[in-house]
């Protein structure tokens, strides 16, 4: 079965600090990895897909990165804002969706 | 467009009630998935469909019914509610494995 681990499970960082959040997965036989947003008491809203053929993927300030062979994936998020404070999750895609249980990101104006 | 429309937003049920949670997609796309969400936890799979008239098992469906009678809608039915199905469920859809679209969810207590 997939297992889906993200680190560190909450982050707290000032305004302006660049940031990377880690996401590794044990099974590699994934078809994509998804990176999402979830702000209190809301839906998740996609930010970035990467396929398993790809590196990476961009998104104005927000960059993923993908190792299938080590079954890992970050999210690069430069310049951070108040406004990225939320929970981030990230889903593999192999035969089903699995789903870490998140890192809790506050940006400290 | 409306995107994927979940109802009810909030529900209370007592342990045995039954219920069907509503999910509603207009983007046309073929898969549709119902997730639920403990807190502090990530979501887990219920059940998904890849089409009409064709579902499947995701990691948790114990206790859960799902149909797939038309591409728009995929309800997922309680039938004998216990104090474990106490969550927020989500349902989301997506064209084939691209980019999934999630509800704003549905957050069940059963007393």
């Known amino acids: 079965k997939q297992e889906v681990t993200q680190i560190p499970a909450a982050l707290s960082v000032p305004e302006g600090e660049n940031l990377v959040l880690n996401c590794s997965f044990t099974d590699s036989a994934i078809y994509n990895l998804q990176w999402f947003r979830q702000d209190p008491g809301k839906g998740l809203t996609s930010l970035l897909l990467?396929?398993?053929?790809?590196r990476e993927q961009t998104s104005g300030r927000l960059n993923a990165s993908l190792d299938k062979s080590s079954g890992r994936s970050t999210l690069y998020i430069a310049a951070s804002q108040p406004g990225d404070s939320a929970t981030y999750l990230c889903?593999?895609?192999?035969?089903?969706?699995?789903f870490g249980t998140g890192t809790s990101l506050t940006v400290i104006p | 467009n409306a995107g994927v429309t979940q109802t009810p937003k909030f529900r209370i049920l007592k342990i045995g009630q039954s219920m069907t949670l509503q999910c509603t997609q207009d983007m046309n796309h073929n898969y549709m998935y119902w997730y639920r969400q403990d807190p502090g936890m990530g979501l887990k799979l219920i059940y998904y469909?890849?089409?009409?008239?064709?579902?499947d098992k995701g990691e948790v469906p114990n206790g859960y019914n799902v149909s797939r009678s038309t591409t728009e809608d995929f309800p997922l039915r309680l039938e004998l509610a216990a104090p474990s199905q106490t969550s927020v469920y989500f349902c989301?859809?997506?064209?084939?494995?691209?980019?999934?679209?999630f509800g704003a969810g549905t957050r069940l207590s059963v007393l």
């Open positions: 990467i396929q398993s053929s790809q």
């Open positions: 889903a593999v895609n192999g035969n089903q969706f699995y």
């Open positions: 989301a859809s997506s064209y084939s494995t691209g980019i999934q679209y």
């Open positions: 469909s890849v089409g009409a008239g064709i579902t």
